[in-house]
């Protein structure tokens, strides 16, 4: 079954720490992104990757980071710097040629208490 | 930055038509996609626009207008499950393939 997998789906934190966001596919594609989601805006970009080892600031950076270590998965950190960390966190994948349809994963809630 | 506009709300009666349109800024544009995303779950996938014209994928269509910066989505027949925003986005060359998003439509559908 192909597709992209995030965990968890809901996820609680205190202020001031650290919490890794992780996304997995399995659908061979070579593009990996990160967006955020806040109610009433569009998705922002935060980072992509268009290949293992390399990534990309996008819109919204300050306070996060990420790795590519494999094509496989592409996990966020969300750093005690990112000011309002509570949202909706979707990560998605697409190829890199030919009909470029990013398909994104079920998401994770993060809650910052 | 690169706006894309789409309203907020819409509201259609079952079994109708509606159209949902989105503008953009045309300097640079790639490709125009539309997904849906209901409430508290991932934006899935509807349709992607390339070149002017219409495509159409049984209920929902998708028009795209490059030299006008315009696109907007059709949805016939409307069911009472197509209750969902409604996202438009856009790639841009030089852009790595990231999209830049619209803040969505809310479409209702009343009985």
């Known amino acids: 079954d192909g597709g992209i997998t995030q965990s968890p789906k809901y996820l609680f934190r205190k202020e001031g720490q650290n919490v890794t966001l992780s996304c997995e596919q399995n659908?061979?594609?070579?593009?990996m992104y990160w967006y955020r989601q806040d109610p009433g805006q569009g998705l922002r970009l935060i980072y992509y990757?268009?290949?293992?080892?390399?990534?990309q600031k996008g819109d919204i950076a300050e306070g996060y980071s990420v790795s590519r270590e494999k094509k496989e998965s592409f996990p966020l950190t969300v750093t005690s710097a990112q000011k309002n960390p509570t949202a909706f966190y979707l990560c998605?994948?697409?190829?890199?040629?030919?009909?470029?349809?990013?398909?994104f994963g079920p998401g994770t809630r993060l809650t910052v208490l | 930055g690169q706006n894309i506009d789409q309203p907020t709300e819409m509201t259609a009666t079952e079994g109708a038509i509606v159209q949902i349109n989105c503008t953009y800024q045309?300097?640079?544009?790639?490709?125009l996609f539309w997904y849906q995303q209901h409430a508290g779950e991932a934006p899935t996938f509807l349709s992607y626009?390339?070149?002017?014209g219409l495509e159409e994928k049984g209920r929902f269509s998708s028009f795209l207008s490059r030299s006008k910066g315009y696109s907007y989505l059709l949805l016939k027949e409307l069911q009472m499950k197509d209750s969902a925003s409604y996202l438009c986005?856009?790639?841009?060359?030089?852009?790595?393939?990231?999209?830049?998003f619209g803040t969505g439509t809310q479409l209702k559908v009343e009985l």
């Open positions: 659908l061979n594609h070579d593009a």
């Open positions: 986005a856009v790639s841009f060359t030089g852009g790595g393939n990231k999209l830049t």
């Open positions: 045309t300097s640079g544009f790639n490709g």
């Open positions: 990757s268009q290949i293992v080892n390399d990534f």
């Open positions: 626009n390339v070149l002017d």
């Open positions: 998605a994948s697409s190829a890199t040629s030919g009909r470029i349809i990013p398909f």
